[in-house]
């Protein structure tokens, strides 16, 4: 048996399975080393892919050439467009997925690539040389690597919380990650440990959906994977259900307070604000008794039912009461009790933008040891590393994405320029560029950094054409004029596109507010018997709709961007009498080295920027 | 400001040194070491406590200059945050000359820039920028006013307020970004009344802060009282009455003396400009019409107008010029003379505005209403003669109490600057420049919150007027506001 690669990853999730594959596109001998206790891509919390920002990072990894998107559509029980009343630049897919049918293409897609090998084992020991890293697994096998990529997710000293219960381990019935403590001797975490959790799993044979408000998937959502068509499905669409928790629900959970991990100190990890445990909600929120509750399906075949919003580590005769108390819910019985688990994370601040762990070359981390949350975060990580370690091994320049262009950039540059206290979660509003970074230009942005890594496939050629069809539409969109003549005067009447005083190009037309641009688009071109497809329609048509507004956004900011650029020295400002002590508590921690980098720690004082700010000179 | 780039020792004298006085302050600061100063002084610096006042020769090549105190305060402890020696001298021009000459020459200090110390203390981080904002306008203060609002400036009273602002904005652009990133987790009439909610927040702080913004600052700033008439109507005998019993230890501002004359005085706690134009007269001389032109100028921006008219001397040319004008005071002079009724009958004052009028001797130099025993007055006249009011139909108040003119025109000059203050304006014009701006934009954003229903270039809009709000609260780079501050410090602050 082969025991030398050249790149080793670690860690089978959602990181380590976007690493393996396209790390295996370069044409290198790569293994995949992964617990045999759970498949591979597992969704061990909520059952859905993408989301308001989230969505982009999944297409943003299609659009490099991952795995992701592929999975997606292919497990896709429930497509959503999320935001779709509130603008295109702010609207994201979102897709349910069947759990088991995710994980098994998972094992199908990266099982058929030739140079990867898969291992399922625990590691013991990994120690590194300078030729390259040595791993021994339990049953005191070594293999050797180049590269290595650590994406062990919860796993590394993961416990596992239910009420008074406690257990080590990654995730329910699977064992925690102790084999890489000889590695982390040498790396540097986070001083607190990350907490996160996930609500009980409910039998859906036992739960009234007669008193919930349904929501069904949308055939009008694109799918994820630019090589498939937009609106065919694989399988079977089911819908969701919507209800809520309410004052019954919540008096259970207040008065079984001391009982709560998280509150009785038990817990000592930090969770993340913005996915809040239903006992931080309850404790948090004192007025606030009713909060939505989704009762998403786990799988067409799976009997499991996620109730999103309620995630706790209640004990179990808790959750059984308050679960109980949610209308359609009375006779729910659970399955699998919800648990929080708190895990060792990475301090992301050692880390290159390559995801390369800065002073032991060849070493990269990804995913959720990173400290961030979500499938798609730890995707997009993933990704990059493998890109990046596969780009190093053949010697060849890096691949950094832009934050301006992209949500992965915007979050790596996160990661890297920041200590976190807390799990990092994509939303829009991290993103400066919020209305150009969208979903229906991912190809237009993405396809430099894809060209870059000249993998020269089908994907490649589809994505030059499509760009150079948008191209095209967009230079007739530019240079046709409408002219101002009875017959077109009565056509703007007839279709509601306002008057038509003067010649106009097709342009002003749309952007003209009242019409949606790609729907104007779309009668226009079908009239004049142009024939493009929707996705290049739709492209150009937002774009055309966002333009102006970019340019004043990027003129209006560019004297705060001047601001953010200038340079700061945080070790003087944590001796300043005018900082307060908790916002000089965040400067040590996150070491700042620019003012743009100090305005991005959250939690900073507006008092503290400007005073620092009148300081700079 | 790349002439403050060097930090070379600097020196300068901090009183005023205009003229001769008993005492001058003469400030070092950014020295290596006090001990390296010792060749001018007797006293032994070794000895030298800090903060401590030390009486010392200075001497020079073994010759005593001056016999002074001083007071040294070492670095970390001082206002530029630099070693600084503050020297108490006697306060004779020449002597300060002299004693600034020998540490140029021999101490190897350099002269020091308007402003330099305080830029310093900028620098070193001892200000911020906006204390140095509020610095500034403490000491270039016209009137208490002023006094006051840089000390809040300085102690970060308005700043605590912008921020106040500025928190708000927060919470509306959270409103935004939750109605965009977390519209699933509460629910979207939820997230519709917390947008609606904090914005009418952010627009009430907005609002008052706005209103402190509105009118006019600048005659706030430095008032001036203007006196209009022709020749004999009375302005000298007004001008001096005033200048005799409130003159200013400030002095004049060099005017173009062929316009006008002007004093300053000083009326509780407020430095005004006193101005006699002689300038509005007929005039075919090209010269003469741009006395004119400045005479208009000064009365358009002046913060209080007097017209002064001798009903037996009147041109009504000379009226027919100021028909655009009001004025806060009519004062009819001569009223001790006989005929003066009926002269005053005579007079077509229905091209003049003005809110108060009443008759006035300034041989007795006292002042009343326009008529004695109430037979005549405007009142009588009605229509014919009434001056006109800025408010339409109702005429202009009538002056009833008799006594000295100068304590009532004082007396009226500060009611009015107290009721124009009374909101305590922002006086800062980049704070006022920049809460219009904010105002504007928020305007034209409510306007426009019904018509987007895009939340995405909703937030875009959001975040353009964030950045005025950064502006406001000094999250903007120091090099833009620095040039603008700096240009208003003498030397040896």
């Known amino acids: ?617 | 400001m790349n002439f403050y780039t060097d930090d070379l020792p600097i020196i300068a004298c901090s009183t005023g040194n205009v003229s001769n006085t008993a005492i001058a302050v003469i400030r070092l600061s950014g020295f290596k070491s006090l001990l390296s100063l010792q060749p001018f002084f007797s006293f032994n610096l070794a000895k030298v406590k800090k903060r401590f006042s030390h009486l010392t020769n200075i001497v020079s090549e073994e010759r005593i200059l001056d016999n002074v105190l001083m007071v040294f305060f070492p670095k970390g402890e001082s206002y530029t945050d630099e070693n600084v020696l503050e020297l108490s001298v006697h306060g004779n021009l020449l002597n300060i000359q002299i004693i600034l000459d020998l540490f140029i020459l021999k101490g190897h200090f350099r002269s020091a820039h308007p402003g330099e110390f305080t830029y310093r203390a900028l620098k070193n981080k001892k200000l911020s920028l906006s204390q140095v904002e509020g610095l500034d306008m403490l000491l270039n203060a016209n009137s208490s006013l002023m006094l006051s609002q840089g000390l809040d400036i300085l102690q970060g009273e308005l700043h605590a307020q912008y921020l106040r602002l500025y928190n708000s904005f927060l919470k509306l652009k959270a409103a935004v970004e939750i109605s965009i990133d977390f519209s699933e987790d509460i629910g979207e009439s939820e997230s519709k009344l917390l947008f609606n909610d904090s914005f009418n927040g952010f627009l009430s702080i907005l609002d008052s802060l706005h209103s402190r913004t509105q009118g006019n600052i600048s005659s706030l700033l430095s008032p001036e009282l203007v006196l209009v008439g022709q020749t004999n109507a009375g302005k000298s005998s007004l001008f001096n009455l005033l200048v005799k019993h409130n003159r200013s230890i400030v002095s004049s501002v060099a005017g173009t003396t062929r316009d006008y004359i002007s004093e300053v005085i000083q009326v509780d706690g407020t430095n005004y400009s006193l101005i006699d134009t002689a300038g509005i007269r007929e005039s075919s001389d090209e010269i003469e019409n741009i006395g004119i032109e400045r005479a208009f100028e000064i009365l358009n921006r002046a913060f209080y107008k007097i017209l002064i008219i001798n009903p037996f001397e009147t041109n009504p040319d000379y009226l027919a010029k100021l028909v655009d004008v009001h004025f806060d005071f009519l004062i009819i002079s001569h009223s001790d003379r006989p005929d003066f009724l009926s002269k005053v009958s005579d007079l077509d004052l229905s091209n003049i505005s003005t809110s108060l009028i009443a008759s006035a001797s300034f041989a007795t130099g006292s002042i009343g209403p326009l008529s004695n025993n109430g037979s005549i007055g405007p009142g009588s006249k009605s229509g014919s003669i009434g001056p006109r009011s800025n408010s339409g139909s109702i005429g202009p108040e009538t002056l009833i109490e008799i006594g000295p003119i100068e304590p009532l025109v004082k007396n009226l000059l500060s009611k009015k600057f107290r009721h124009e203050s009374a909101n305590s304006p922002i006086l800062l014009e980049r704070h006022r420049h920049c809460i219009n701006n904010i105002h504007l934009k928020a305007q034209l954003f409510s306007l426009k919150i019904n018509e987007i229903d895009d939340v995405a270039i909703l937030s875009s809009e959001v975040n353009i007027f964030s950045n005025y709000l950064s502006e406001l609260v000094g999250i903007v780079s120091a090099d833009d506001v620095l040039n603008s501050i700096f240009s208003n410090f003498c030397i040896g602050k």
């Open chain 1, 1 to 617: 048996m082969k025991n030398n690669f050249d790149i080793l990853i670690i860690g089978g999730g959602h990181a380590g399975s976007e690493a393996a594959w396209i790390a295996s596109q370069f044409g290198l001998s790569v293994a995949l080393i992964s617990s045999p206790d759970s498949q591979l891509a597992s969704a061990p919390c909520n059952p859905a892919i993408g989301g308001v920002g989230k969505g982009q990072v999944v297409r943003e990894i299609d659009a490099l050439g991952g795995l992701m998107g592929i999975l997606a559509d292919r497990a896709g029980i429930q497509f959503r467009t999320l935001n779709e009343s509130k603008g295109f630049a702010v609207q994201s897919t979102r897709v349910q997925i069947d759990k088991d049918i995710y994980a098994e293409n998972a094992e199908l897609f990266l099982g058929k690539l030739e140079n990867l090998t898969i291992i399922r084992k625990m590691v013991e020991t990994v120690d590194h040389h300078k030729s390259g890293f040595e791993l021994t697994t339990v049953d005191n096998v070594k293999y050797f690597s180049k590269k290595i990529i650590v994406t062990t997710g919860t796993f590394l000293n993961g416990k596992l919380h239910t009420g008074e219960e406690q257990n080590s381990g990654g995730r329910v019935g699977c064992a925690k990650s102790a084999g890489l403590n000889s590695l982390f001797r040498e790396i540097r975490t986070t001083p607190n440990r990350f907490k996160t959790g996930t609500p009980p799993r409910l039998d859906k044979n036992t739960i009234n959906y007669s008193v919930m408000e349904p929501q069904l998937s949308d055939p009008l959502t694109r799918n994820f994977h630019s090589l498939n068509t937009s609106f065919d499905r694989e399988l079977i669409q089911l819908p969701c259900y919507l209800t809520r928790t309410n004052s019954d629900t919540l008096s259970i959970i207040r008065s079984n307070k001391e009982r709560s991990p998280i509150f009785n100190g038990q817990i000592k990890g930090v969770g993340p604000r913005y996915c809040p445990s239903i006992e931080d909600k309850a404790y948090r929120y004192t007025d606030k008794d009713v909060h939505h509750v989704f009762v998403e399906p786990e799988g067409l075949n799976l009997d499991t039912i996620y109730p999103n919003g309620v995630s706790t580590s209640l004990p179990k005769d808790v959750q059984e009461s308050f679960i109980r108390t949610i209308k359609g819910l009375e006779n729910a019985k659970i399955l699998i009790h919800g648990y929080a688990v708190e895990y060792d994370v990475v301090d992301t601040s050692q880390l290159a933008r390559t995801m390369e762990y800065v002073s032991i070359p060849g070493l990269y981390f990804a995913g959720q040891v990173c400290g961030t949350s979500g499938y798609e975060e730890a995707a997009g990580q993933g990704i990059m590393a493998g890109i990046n370690a596969s780009l190093s091994f053949l010697n060849r320049k890096e691949l950094i994405l832009d934050r301006n262009d992209s949500y992965i950039g915007v979050m790596i540059e996160d990661l890297v320029t920041n200590k976190r206290d807390e799990p990092y979660r994509l939303f829009t509003a991290r993103s400066e560029n919020r209305l150009y970074v969208r979903e229906d230009n991912t190809i237009s942005r993405i396809r430099k950094y894809r060209r870059e890594l000249a993998l020269f496939s089908k994907l490649d050629l589809y994505q030059e054409n499509f760009l150079e069809e948008v191209e095209l539409l967009e230079k007739l969109v530019e240079s046709t004029m409408i002219y101002s003549n009875v017959e077109s005067k009565k056509y703007f009447q007839d279709n509601n596109y306002g008057p038509l005083d003067i010649n106009i190009s097709f342009k002003e037309l749309l952007k003209r507010p009242n019409n949606s641009p790609v729907d104007v688009l779309e009668r226009e071109t079908l009239r004049f018997g142009i024939s493009f497809s929707s996705d290049v329609i739709r492209t150009v048509a937002i774009a055309v709709k966002y333009e102006g507004y970019i340019d004043r956004a990027v003129i209006e900011s560019e004297k705060i961007n001047k601001l953010g650029k200038k340079k700061l020295n945080w070790e003087l400002l944590i001796e300043s009498k005018n900082i307060s002590f908790e916002c000089k508590l965040r400067i040590k921690n996150t070491k700042p080295e620019t003012f743009a980098q100090l305005q991005r720690i959250e939690g900073i004082r507006p008092a503290t920027l400007a005073y620092v700010a009148g300081n700079i000179i």
